[in-house]
């Protein structure tokens, strides 16, 4: 059974930084595209980053710059080093996992976190 499990939201204020986390029970999980999105009050679920089994990252450009995905393949971890937060970065955040291409749709995706709350305050 695959699991996907983040932490790491909360309440920050805006220009702070946090780190999510996302935990994965997922065999062989080093050869897995991971990727972030969020889903911010009344709006879609939107791509935030992915990386490739092999490291290769892709950002959208609101976030670029400001965050950092990365990922521990001897942890079976995911991460979401988030810099300089804006009051519109505050979203549920997702992660996701893929054994296919990975794009920056919801379609691209396989496996699902519950997601993890971060709200940026003023």
């Known amino acids: 059974q695959v699991q996907l499990v983040e932490s790491g939201g909360g309440l920050v204020q805006a220009g702070g930084s946090l780190r999510l986390s996302c935990a994965a029970s997922?065999?062989?999980?080093?050869?897995?595209?991971l990727a972030w999105f969020r889903q911010g009050p009344g709006k879609e679920r939107e791509f935030v980053a992915n990386?490739?089994?092999?490291?290769?990252?892709t950002y959208a450009d609101s976030v670029k710059g400001r965050f950092t995905i990365s990922r521990d393949n001897a942890k079976n971890m995911l991460s979401l080093q988030m810099n300089s937060l804006k009051l519109e970065d505050t979203a549920v955040y997702y992660c996701?996992?893929?054994?296919?291409?990975?794009?920056?749709?919801?379609?691209?995706?396989?496996?699902w976190g519950q997601g993890t709350q971060v709200t940026v305050s003023s």
């Open positions: 990386i490739w089994w092999g490291g290769s990252t």
């Open positions: 996701a996992a893929t054994s296919r291409i990975p794009g920056r749709s919801l379609s691209d995706y396989d496996y």
């Open positions: 997922l065999r062989a999980f080093r050869s897995f595209h």
